[in-house]
């Protein structure tokens, strides 16, 4: 971190991000927008977008706003006036640039999910532990936790206000793929991706409800589907330029799984129903939650991201009834830096809060959540899914700590 000045009177931190599609521009809009909206300790600059295209990356970097762009992600992790590098690519690169750039002394955002295995995200947690013992901090990019629904659902939960909780009830449902002519990429392909809407957005819903609980999963029984096998290749690619070994056929593979589902116990023993899925007819981004406790009730659902619904079963049975809580309150977390109550936060305002309380724990010398071990902890039950879809038996997720 370069030192104040009189012009600049917090330290900067210098970023660099590499990747610079669908994540990068929603991580770059909230490197922007968090200094303007909250009072940050630092100051993120952004001094560097990587792409592994020079003519792309420079573009990229003109239109989202970074001093430099490059073609090497290498850069980012040797050039000495880099603090910090956020890393928005494909699965599979994710444990190289996290453990050079850690092993460099650079703080590490890694978006989620962690890497594609169990074993990648042991070595990038490891990498995470021995970068700690110098300072440096790492965080998985679970940005729905900063949804202030999510954080209000884990305030009322810690607080008593379900009681002791029986029933999550989890669902990510998309539908981007239900038809069987849209075009493979890389999040259909298992070697960069890892897995389908198992890893893909799955993932997000292990990460909320043990986030909402304050829980874990113990254990998994589930089962993957890919409904469409083959799809043809995006205009202008072919097989080879996909990884696929050269040849010209029209379609190829999908090598991940199109839905997921599985039962899951917490260890606080509730019961767990979990849904992924890309083939949800008609549901875009709907991530749904539903929890039932001894005293209420909780529900949530994305694509109403402002709302949540609270059904107190203490009150009395004539007038009882789920509450639709609009969360735009300034008492509702993160709102109070944005907009007088009703009007609304959006998808990207979860990924500035991420960068928000990520700044902050850095100048305060603290651990950011999610961190490293939380992300292997969910690349955990993400694993024993698919080992259970594989053996069709019930699958124990080891609990560190
Ligand atoms: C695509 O399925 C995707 O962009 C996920 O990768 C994100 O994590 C999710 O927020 C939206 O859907």
């Known amino acids: 971190m370069t030192p104040s000045s009189a012009e600049s009177p917090r330290p900067t931190l210098r970023v660099a991000m590499v990747g610079h599609a669908f994540m990068g521009n929603a991580h770059s809009q909230a490197w922007r927008t968090a200094p303007r909206f909250f009072d940050l300790p630092l100051s993120p600059r952004m001094s560097l977008v990587v792409g592994h295209d020079a003519g792309r990356a420079a573009a990229a970097a003109d239109r989202l706003g970074w001093e430099a762009s490059s073609a090497d992600w290498r850069e980012a992790v040797t050039r000495d006036d880099v603090d910090l590098v956020d890393i928005c690519t494909p ?64 305030r009322l939960v810690a607080e008593g206000r379900i009681g002791e909780i029986r029933h999550v009830r989890a669902q990510y449902l998309q539908d981007w793929i239900v038809d069987p002519d849209a075009p493979l990429s890389w999040r259909l392909d298992k070697a960069k991706a890892g897995s389908g809407s198992l890893g893909d957005i799955g993932a997000h819903v292990v990460d909320l409800t043990q986030y909402i609980t304050g829980d874990r999963i113990r254990e998994v029984t589930g089962r993957l589907e890919t409904f469409v096998k ?65 005293r209420g009730s909780l529900a949530f659902d994305f694509e109403d991201m402002n709302v949540l619904e609270f059904y107190d079963g203490t009150q009395d049975a004539d007038t009882a009834g789920f509450r639709r809580i609009l969360v735009t309150e300034p008492t509702h977390p993160y709102v109070g830096h944005w907009w007088p109550a009703g009007h609304g936060l959006g998808y990207e305002h979860g990924f500035t809060h991420q960068v928000v309380d990520l700044v902050g724990a850095i100048a305060e010398g603290t651990d950011p959540a999610p961190s490293f071990a939380d992300g292997l902890q969910v690349q955990r039950v993400l694993d024993a899914v698919e080992a259970s879809s594989e053996t069709r038996t019930w699958q124990e997720i080891p609990i560190d700590g």
């Open 91 to 154: 699965g599979f690169t994710h444990a190289e640039i996290a453990i050079a750039a850690l092993d460099a002394g650079k703080h590490v955002l890694c978006e989620k999910p962690l890497a594609n295995t169990v074993a990648e995200a042991e070595a990038m947690t490891a990498a995470a532990q021995r970068a700690h013992a110098h300072g440096v901090r790492s965080m998985v990019g679970f940005t729905y936790r900063r949804v202030p629904a999510i954080g209000l659902a884990r």
């Open 230 to 294: 083959e799809r043809p290749y995006p205009a202008g690619e072919t097989a080879g330029s996909l990884g696929g070994g050269g040849s010209t056929t029209e379609r190829g593979p999908v090598t991940v799984d199109d839905a997921a589902s599985f039962l899951a116990t917490f260890t606080g023993g509730a019961m767990g129903v979990f849904e992924a899925t890309r083939f949800a007819t008609g549901r875009k981004n709907a991530i749904r939650i539903e929890i039932n406790g001894s």
